[in-house]
């Protein structure tokens, strides 16, 4: 256990809709990090908020937003779903702002049918 | 574009056998290289390494980075049934991580 959870852990929604995801980090860990794996891509990084604040992007598409709030639990919304969204949607953790050791959380299934 | 190169992408050896997994980078603004473990959950970190030349080790397996060359290896040595996954290594920069697609590792018995 990583100390890094994630709700839910398994959600199956309809194209053109709009989903939430939510992660907490572990205790004391300022950073968050969004990933999507599929099976065709890998695991992709989307982006980073440390300590509320966005601090790096990575391939998240336009139809997708991330917030961390003053709690340091950070929510993926994804809108506007396709099937090529369907994926696992890991968050990871760390202590420090850069892309060091991250702790990752055990994942959201998404489905999108 | 940047990327990170695992090799092989896939491996089945006998249990006891030694293995070598390979990552190669491209990334500017090296920061670190970590290494993960995936089995059928999420990544478990292993590794992370920033000097070249300085071994890191746990156990059975083992890291060392060359950044002159761009590279790292993990050994994992007297494999196991347990050591069956993905190996995941990926190169970070003060903006980004970027992942290999990985090594699939069976050990068979």
């Known amino acids: 256990d990583s100390g890094v959870t994630q709700t839910p852990k398994h959600l199956i929604t309809a194209t053109g809709q709009r989903v939430t995801l939510r992660c907490s980090p572990r205790s004391g860990d300022l950073s968050v990090y969004w990933y999507q794996q599929s099976l065709d891509q890998g695991l992709q990084f989307l982006i980073q908020?440390?300590?509320?604040?966005?601090?790096a992007k990575g391939n998240i598409l336009e139809r997708f937003s991330a917030q961390q709030f003053p709690d340091l639990h950070s929510e993926l919304n994804l809108s506007s779903l396709e099937l090529g969204d369907s994926a696992l949607y890991f968050c990871?953790?760390?202590?420090?702002?850069?892309?060091?050791?991250?702790?990752f959380g055990p994942g959201t299934r998404l489905t999108v049918l | 574009e940047d990327k990170v190169v695992q090799s092989p992408l896939s491996l089945v050896v006998h249990e006891g056998d030694t293995v070598t997994l390979n990552c190669s980078y491209e990334v500017t603004n090296f920061r670190s290289l970590l290494w993960y473990k995936q089995e059928k959950k999420a990544p478990t970190f292993l590794f992370m390494l920033?000097?070249?030349?300085i071994e890191k080790k746990s156990g059975r397996l083992s890291s060392i980075l060359d950044k002159k060359e761009l590279f790292s290896i993990l050994n994992i040595t007297a494999t196991q049934t347990g050591d069956s996954a993905v190996y995941l290594c990926a190169q970070t920069s003060y903006d980004k991580v970027i992942f290999g697609p990985g090594t699939s590792l069976s050990v068979i018995p």
């Open positions: 990871a953790s760390s202590w420090t702002d850069s892309t060091d050791t991250q702790y």
């Open positions: 908020y440390y300590n509320g604040e966005e601090r």
């Open positions: 920033t000097s070249s030349g």
